[in-house]
């Protein structure tokens, strides 16, 4: 029974559009120790959701109670590698391939929905289900290396031999019993390669498979709702939602990533995946909306995504960014307003030292008058 269930649930995962499936037993993750360490050392910075309900992110089973089978799938997100000239062009703001097209989660969790169903529907008699896309308290990618899905990377991704790393986890985990799928072989893997942890711009692996989130540029970007680090800003360069660094340099990548069959994770254009910083950086409530509303991107809210824009503009640092940030200077949010402030000082400018001195005279938010005087400080005013 338990085998032509596992085909027909894969066959039909494979219809919903989803690139790879695989079953594992529900049971504790093999990581959850480390987990919990990476935790304690702090490295999920102020992501706390991580750390809530820590029992139900360590067993399946604590999720749903009496599951016996995770069905684990993967969704292929990769559309193309950008030129390199476009990559590294500072006037660009890159943002991560996977934000280029239709939020994921909108994608994902109806196909998950479906597949639930179906397997309520063939299972027979009443078995419990629950769908999940990273939205879950599960450690995702331990349980698709566990469902043979691939390996984990020591740029801490999931990595599949023949597609790369550039997938979209999701799960439906269920007490219906399903023949599990055969583990990987443990020969694939990283081997010696070091490329990802050399490549990184902002040293955030503290070991291979360990990564410090609060140095990632994903995280800087996309989950840190406060202030940037300055130290960090600089090393951020272009990137102004999320980063591809560490999978963009991966052999495995580099050799199998083929383009997604989803269309709607295609780039519309090029001014999509690498926007004209200067075309961002007034944009306000209803542009923001009009432009990135449906992507990943809207997690950023605007604050968040013109915080960064503004840091990529400080590190392009050519003149005709200067009278865009001094606009920005009186945006009605101080997080934009503070990071324009670290951007014209970056200018070295009459013009940009003019107008932080206007500004700083009535400015009233704390956080934004000390960017300013760490300005003006720094260059003697
Ligand atoms: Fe480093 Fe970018 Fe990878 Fe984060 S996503 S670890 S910043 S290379
Ligand atoms: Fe592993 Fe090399 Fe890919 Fe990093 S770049 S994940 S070390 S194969």
């Known amino acids: 029974m338990s085998v032509s269930l596992r085909d027909r649930i894969k066959s039909r995962a494979y219809a919903l559009g989803f690139d790879l499936v695989g079953i594992a037993l529900a049971q504790p993750s093999p990581h959850a120790a480390k987990f919990t360490a990476w935790l304690e050392a702090g490295y999920a910075g102020t992501m706390a959701y991580m750390a809530r309900e820590p029992e139900r992110r360590q067993d399946p089973r604590n999720v749903l109670n009496g599951a016996r089978s995770v069905v684990s799938v993967g969704l292929s997100y990769y559309t193309l590698r950008l030129p390199d000239d476009i990559l590294n062009d500072p006037s660009r703001g890159i943002i991560s391939n996977y934000a280029w097209g239709a939020d994921y989660h909108d994608l994902m969790l109806p196909r998950l929905k479906a597949l639930a169903a179906f397997i309520q529907a063939e299972a027979g008699g009443a078995v419990a289900t629950r769908a999940y896309v990273d939205t879950g308290p599960l450690l995702e990618r ?23 790393s550039y997938l979209f986890l999701g799960e439906v985990l269920t007490d219906a019993e399903i023949a599990p799928d055969p583990l990987p072989s443990s020969s694939v893997g990283c081997g010696r390669c070091t490329r990802c942890l050399v490549a990184c711009p902002t040293e955030a692996f503290v070991s291979p498979y360990v990564l410090d989130s609060r140095r990632c540029i994903s995280y800087l970007t996309i989950e840190l709702r406060g202030p940037i680090p300055r130290e960090l800003r600089p090393l951020m360069r272009n990137r102004i939602f999320g980063c591809d660094i560490c999978q963009e340099v ?42 990135f509303g449906g992507t990943p991107v809207m997690r950023a809210k605007r604050r968040g995504l013109l915080r960064n824009v ?21 945006d009605p949010e101080p997080l934009i307003r503070g990071h324009a402030a670290w951007a014209l000082g970056q200018m070295d400018d009459q013009r940009a030292r003019a107008a932080l001195a206007a500004a700083l005279k009535v400015e009233t938010d704390e956080m934004v008058i000390a960017e300013i005087r760490g300005v003006l400080n720094s260059q003697g005013d």
């Open 142 to 164: 331990d349980v698709a290396v566990q469902a043979g899905l691939g390996f984990t990377g020591k740029n801490t991704c999931l990595i599949h031999p023949r597609l790369g």
């Open 250 to 291: 991966c052999p495995w990548n580099l050799r199998f990533a083929r383009p997604a069959r989803e269309p709607l994770f295609r780039p519309v254009d090029l001014n999509r995946a690498a926007p004209p910083l200067l075309d961002l950086i007034g944009l306000d409530e209803a542009g923001f909306h009009a432009r």
């Open 310 to 330: 503004a840091v990529a503009l400080g590190n392009w640092g050519a003149p005709q960014a200067i009278p865009a940030l001094i606009q920005a200077l009186h």
